[in-house]
């Protein structure tokens, strides 16, 4: 069964810091993962997704990057602002036929203005 | 493109009443659909996954009787919650997934349940 982990769950930095969030998965059989945010008591967006053959996926000031062999992703923000506050959830997408997610718990984040 | 619609957003009812939630895709069909429930500070759990026509899959723990899972068109999946109790309360999302060896999946905004 997949299990997905995400470190820190919660993290606070002053605005305009770098940052890298941490996902580890423990079944690498996956064929996408993906990474989304969740703003409080609203539904998810979507923001890089990775295929299992790619390595990395970049979109704005987010980069993501998947090590598939080792079981682990992460999610890097550059010069941080208060509006990426959200909790940001990782995502592997396994299991032969429904292509399934398996969620971790998230990193609530916080930017300090 | 790919956008998922849920309503309502937000439901208030008694205990025992039933409540139903619907899922759209309304720029795509959706050969399958997913239902995940959130508890407050937990991430999300995957309940059900129906393919249109068939019967829904439901995941261990998830009572099939309790959450009636219908998806009776390309585009339409249902979620009813039957006999609600204040334990059900929780947020509850839809996915859609196109099919045709896509394995990428779109969300709606959820549905927040609270039983009184």
């Known amino acids: 069964k997949q299990e997905v982990t995400q470190i820190p769950a919660a993290l606070s930095v002053p605005e305009g810091e770098n940052l890298v969030l941490n996902c580890s998965f423990t079944d690498s059989a996956i064929y996408n993962l993906q990474w989304f945010r969740q703003d409080p008591g609203k539904g998810l967006t979507s923001l890089l997704l990775i295929q299992s053959s790619q390595r990395e996926q970049t979109s704005g000031r987010l980069n993501a990057s998947l090590d598939k062999s080792s079981g682990r992703s992460t999610l890097y923000i550059a010069a941080s602002q208060p509006g990426d506050s959200a909790t940001y959830l990782c995502a592997v997408a396994s299991g032969a036929g429904s292509y399934q997610l398996t969620f971790g718990k998230g990193t609530k984040l916080s930017v300090i203005p | 493109g790919a956008v998922v619609s849920q309503h309502p957003s937000r439901v208030i009812c008694k205990s025992g009443t039933s409540v139903k939630i619907e899922c759209r895709s309304l720029?795509?069909?959706?050969?399958?659909m997913f239902w995940y429930r959130q508890f407050p500070k937990q991430s999300l759990m995957l309940m059900a996954t129906?393919?249109?026509?068939?019967?829904?899959?439901?995941e261990q723990g998830v009572e099939k009787d309790k959450f009636l899972i219908n998806h009776a068109s390309l585009t339409l999946s249902t979620l009813t919650v039957t006999s609600a109790h204040p334990e059900d309360s929780s947020f509850y999302i839809c996915?859609?997934?196109?099919?045709?060896?896509?394995?990428?999946?779109?969300f709606g905004p959820g549905t927040r349940l609270t039983v009184l």
């Open positions: 996915s859609a997934r196109s099919g045709g060896g896509s394995v990428e999946q779109f």
């Open positions: 129906s393919n249109e026509g068939s019967k829904a899959t439901y």
């Open positions: 720029d795509f069909q959706a050969t399958t």
